[in-house]
T-cell receptor, first 112, second 115 residues
Framework: KNQVEQSPQSLIILEGKNCTLQ??????????LRWYKQDTGRGPVSLTI?????NTKSNGRYTATLDADTKQSSLHITASQLSDSASYIC???????????FGAGTRLAVHP | DTGVSQNPRHKITKRGQNVTFRCDPI?????LYWYRQTLGQGPEFLTY????????KSRLLSDRFSAERPKGSFSTLEIQRTEQGDSAMYLC?????????????FGPGTRLTVL
């Protein structure tokens, strides 16, 4: 069964600190992996998209990594800001399908 | 703003009533998707259109649910005889098949509460 699992389920950090969110997937065939940020009550917004051949991709303070061999990805947030408080969702697209397989998300709270 | 828009943003209804949601995709996008998201979970795929053709439907889309995209532009999602279990956020997304990696852009969602 195609699944995307994320950890931790929730995380609290202090403003200015770094954090890393994890994503493990069992999706086949694999097309690409995306990280989305979803503010409360809003739709998800794409942060990064990585294909099989990409190991790292950055978007400002967000850096995503992908290990296609172990089927793991991480999202590292540097120098966190209060506005980073949101759910971060890992999404895998399975080749040949026009649908995405979503993880349940990690809820990040950044406190002053 | 040329992003994906959804209306209404919130809908409260009584069990047994019918509701209809609208999604206006990004204008040049030919692909449109509907998802359902419950609290604390990621979105779940419901259905997918390419232009006006509905090409895929999830098993989650029971016979009480129907989606249309009559002219290949906006789409509607109707739920008949709503049940309390239908309470969720309904998200619409669109994409352009010619764009690299077929990135989907999401609307703000319609939050449905069935009393």
């Amino acid at each position: 069964k195609n699944q995307v699992e994320q950890s931790p389920q929730s995380l609290i950090i202090l403003e200015g600190k770094n954090c890393t969110l994890q994503c493990n997937y069992t999706v086949s065939p694999f097309s690409n992996l995306r990280w989305y940020k979803q503010d409360t009550g809003r739709g998800p917004v794409s942060l990064t998209i990585m294909t099989f051949s990409e190991n790292t991709k950055s978007n400002g303070r967000y850096t995503a990594t992908l290990d296609a061999d172990t089927k793991q990805s991480s999202l590292h947030i540097t120098a966190s800001q209060l506005s980073d408080s949101a759910s971060y969702i890992c999404v895998v697209r399975s080749g040949g399908y026009n649908k995405l397989i979503f993880g349940a998300g990690t809820r990040l709270a950044v406190h002053p | 703003d040329t992003g994906v828009s959804q209306n209404p943003r919130h809908k409260i209804t009584k069990r047994g009533q019918n509701v209809t949601f609208r999604c206006d995709p990004i204008s040049e996008h030919n692909r449109l998707y509907w998802y359902r998201q419950t609290l604390g979970q990621g979105p779940e795929f419901l259905t997918y259109f390419q232009n006006e053709a509905q090409l895929e439907k999830s098993r989650l889309l029971s016979d009480r649910f129907s989606a249309e995209r009559p002219k290949g532009s906006f789409s509607t999602l109707e739920i008949q005889r709503t049940e309390q279990g239908d309470s969720a956020m309904y998200l619409c997304a669109s994409s352009d098949r010619d764009r690299t990696l077929n990135e989907q852009f999401f609307g703000p969602g319609t939050r449905l509460t069935v009393l």
